[in-house]
Nanobody
């Protein structure tokens, strides 16, 4: 049975940092990604990392501030979030692709329709 368990969310002041984790069980996947959803807004792509070969992607809004990484042995992906802004507030979701969807472009990677499994989400709140 596939499970994605996110953790690490919380309340932080602007300029602070949080580190989210996504622990997967049941099997490994080709691509692991983070999405977020703010109240009243659509879910948006944040970052993606392949399990083996491929590109790492970031949304323009988080580039230079967020870093995605993985630990293959633990089947876990992290999202280090630095210099947080109030507009980063939202529920952060981990999502995975069983088979890597190509082409490996941000447009494709950012489309939530290509993801097979989703976690339950973890709340991130950044106060001003």
């Amino acid at each position: 049975q596939v499970q994605l368990v996110e953790s690490g969310g919380g309340l932080v002041q602007a300029g602070g940092s949080l580190r989210l984790s996504c622990a997967a069980s049941g099997r490994t996947f080709s691509r692991y990604s983070w999405f977020r959803q703010a109240p009243g807004k659509e879910r948006e792509f944040v970052s993606a990392i392949p399990w083996s070969s491929g590109m790492t992607h970031y949304a323009d809004s988080v580039k230079g501030r967020f870093t995605i990484s993985r630990d293959n042995a633990k089947n876990t992906v992290w999202l280090q979030m630095d210099s947080l802004k109030p507009e980063d507030t939202g529920v952060y979701y981990c999502a995975v692709q069983s088979t890597m969807v190509v082409p490996d472009t941000r447009t494709v990677v950012a489309d939530p329709r290509w993801y097979d499994y989703w976690g339950q989400g973890t709340q991130v709140t950044v106060s001003s």
